[in-house]
């Protein structure tokens, strides 16, 4: 079984568009986590939800929107997109990131493509 | 701030002979956590090794160990007998503040 699952894994579409991206995990983390790979392969981290609870924002545009419906599960949408997201995007989830050792597993990540 | 530097942006290495790939970091935290990943080139980012900051052995997982030095600040990650199949990007990392702090990576390309 999949532990951390995202959907879909190619996304490719235009300028201007909305769009969504699923991710669920069966590890019974408590935490997940939303990263952006731009092209240089540099790992930004854009939120993190606790039990349902956001706890990282980092500074990301306000066009982007997660939404934690049950600790399960972790989405993200994303609204006009722009050239500048193209990206790949990564879910991970991870026990209590306040324990030292809370290593992140990643879904397999869904690269996005806008036009 | 805490920081992670991973100063080489790309290695060769021959198949066959071991490799260190450097990471320095910064924190101001007496108790953190130090994990290596590696992404290859299908793109999925898969968790290695982990060493904690009290922890008195250098961690090993099979033909990964970690060169923990705690005085100096790094915690390089060493992979022996170097294999085709390790021809990766390799991020080191670092709790803080319930997240992960991430170097920029090393491109490791293993020649035959």
């Known amino acids: 079984d999949t532990a951390v699952s995202q959907t879909p894994k190619y996304l490719v579409t235009q300028m201007g568009n909305d769009k969504s991206i699923k991710c669920e995990q069966n590890?019974?983390?408590?935490?997940m986590y939303w990263y952006k790979q731009d092209s240089k392969k540099f790992l930004k981290i854009m939120f993190s939800?606790?039990?349902?609870?956001?706890?990282i924002n980092e500074t990301v545009p306000n066009r982007f929107s997660p939404k934690s419906p049950d600790k399960a599960h972790l989405n993200l949408h994303i609204n006009s997109l722009e050239l500048g997201d193209s990206a790949v995007y990564f879910c991970?989830?991870?026990?209590?990131?306040?324990?030292?050792?809370?290593?992140?597993?990643f879904g397999p990540g869904t690269r996005l493509t806008v036009l | 701030a805490q920081k992670i530097t991973q100063t080489q942006p790309g290695m060769f290495v021959q198949e066959k002979e071991a490799v260190t790939l450097d990471c320095t970091y910064d924190?101001?935290?007496?108790?953190?956590?130090l994990f290596w990943y590696k992404q290859p080139s299908s793109g999925e980012m898969i968790f290695l090794i982990y060493?904690?900051?009290?922890d008195e052995q250098n961690a090993t997982e099979g033909r990964y160990s970690l060169n923990f030095q705690k005085a100096r600040k790094s915690a390089n990650l060493v992979i022996s007998a170097s294999q085709l199949g390790d021809s990766a990007m390799y991020f080191c990392?670092?709790?803080?503040?319930?997240?992960?702090?991430w170097g920029a990576g090393t491109k490791l390309i293993i020649k035959p």
């Open positions: 991970a989830s991870s026990q209590d990131p306040g324990l030292a050792r809370a290593e992140q597993f």
């Open positions: 590890l019974g983390h408590d935490t």
């Open positions: 939800y606790n039990n349902k609870e956001l706890i």
């Open positions: 924190t101001s935290d007496q108790s953190y956590g």
């Open positions: 060493q904690g900051s009290y």
């Open positions: 990392a670092m709790n803080s503040n319930y997240q992960l702090i």
